[in-house]
């Protein structure tokens, strides 16, 4: 375990660095969620997360290629690449796309939120950044919040609570392993490899590894050629993936993966907006009031590791 340091508070010049690029990911994932939830129907979501990365694999290959950034990795440097691919890539994804078969995307956006807290305690164990008590009274106003706000689902849910319960589970086991890989991207050994090449070599794996648990478990690979399938399958595998998580990682890299999860604070709130657009989604004062415990306790969090 790396000694634990006090984190300084992020220079002008750093906020300005990252500004642009939490912002364009920020935007982006934001309407992932609602894109992910409309891939669910005629192709298994197994199938559809493997043809995402295969494609963006292929994207940053290309990006690799036009930028100067070399297309091999050194041998000893793929059991990681494969790792990242694997926990963010594979089961992250796997386990999303099953939550939102069980509730709403916005409300899985609002769970994953909690990213920013697995996020900061393995960067202190791991990587050596800084946490303080106001973190942890933070990140407990915001599991009061998604109490609140589970307890509202709980009681107005059309599929049931059982439902809910397994799209909670099931986003609480994705946040843990997109956790592991943000940690890993945030390492020394992460640094020394040039960002197009970690990625697409970690999306190579993570398509392979979603191909082969696909065909095991719903057969061989099936496919729809509607424009709107197609359209969002081209907008998760380039703008939501091949473009965003280099500039994540970016992120990451810059000012730590405790700060670059402040993302997941601001996509739910955008994410939640959406759902009730196109989703339906009926408030009530728990639900309200839930969302806006997490938004402020994950906020209050953040800030004490900055100040």
């Given at each position: 375990?790396?000694?634990?340091v006090?984190e300084p ?8 660095r ?8 920020t935007l ?16 298994p ?12 694999a292929?994207?940053m290959?290309?990006?690799a290629?036009?930028?100067g950034a ?5 041998l000893?440097?793929h059991g990681f690449a ?6 963010l ?8 796309y ?9 409300l899985v ?11 900061t ?5 791991f ?11 933070g ?7 998604l ?11 059309a599929?049931?609570?059982r ?5 909670i ?19 020394g050994?992460?640094?020394?490899l ?7 070599w970690a ?5 392979l ?6 065909w095991?478990t ?25 473009l ?8 990451i890299?810059a000012?730590?993966p ?6 997941s604070?601001l996509?739910?709130?955008l994410a939640?907006t ?7 989604y009926v ?9 806006a415990l997490v ?10 590791r900055?100040?």
């Amino acid at each position: 375990m790396a000694a634990v340091v006090t984190e300084p508070p992020l220079s002008r010049a750093a906020q300005l660095r990252v500004l642009v690029p939490f912002t364009i990911v920020t935007l982006i994932w934001s309407s992932t969620w609602l894109v992910i939830r409309h891939q669910l129907g005629v192709v298994p979501p197994c199938w559809s997360i493997a043809y995402r990365f295969a494609i963006a694999a292929v994207a940053m290959f290309g990006y690799a290629l036009v930028s100067g950034a070399p297309l091999r990795l050194p041998l000893r440097e793929h059991g990681f690449a494969a790792g990242i691919g694997l926990c963010l890539f594979g089961v992250n994804f796997n386990f999303v796309y099953a939550a939102e078969q069980h509730m709403t995307s916005g409300l899985v956006a609002v769970v994953f939120a909690l990213l920013v807290v697995p996020n900061t305690v393995l960067g202190w164990l791991f990587l050596g950044h800084g946490v303080s008590r106001r973190f942890f009274a933070g990140s407990l106003v915001a599991v009061v919040g998604l109490a609140l706000l589970f307890w509202h689902e709980l009681a107005v849910a059309a599929e049931g609570s059982r439902a809910v319960m397994i799209g909670i589970g099931l986003t609480l086991v994705a946040v843990l392993f997109a956790s592991i890989a943000n940690v890993m991207q945030g390492s020394g050994r992460a640094r020394r490899l040039p960002t197009a090449t970690l990625l697409a070599w970690a999306m190579v794996y993570g398509a392979l590894g979603n191909a082969l648990f696909a065909w095991g478990t719903a057969g061989p690979p099936v496919f729809d050629a509607s424009p709107a399938y197609v359209a969002g399958l081209l907008y998760l595998g380039i703008a939501a993936s091949a473009l965003a998580f280099p500039l994540y990682l970016g992120v990451i890299q810059a000012i730590g993966p405790g700060r670059a999860a402040y993302s997941s604070v601001l996509v739910p709130v955008l994410a939640m907006t959406l759902s009730t657009l196109f989703e339906h989604y009926v408030w009530g004062w728990p639900a309200a009031a839930g969302v806006a415990l997490v938004i402020a306790g994950l906020v209050v969090a953040l800030r004490a590791r900055v100040a």
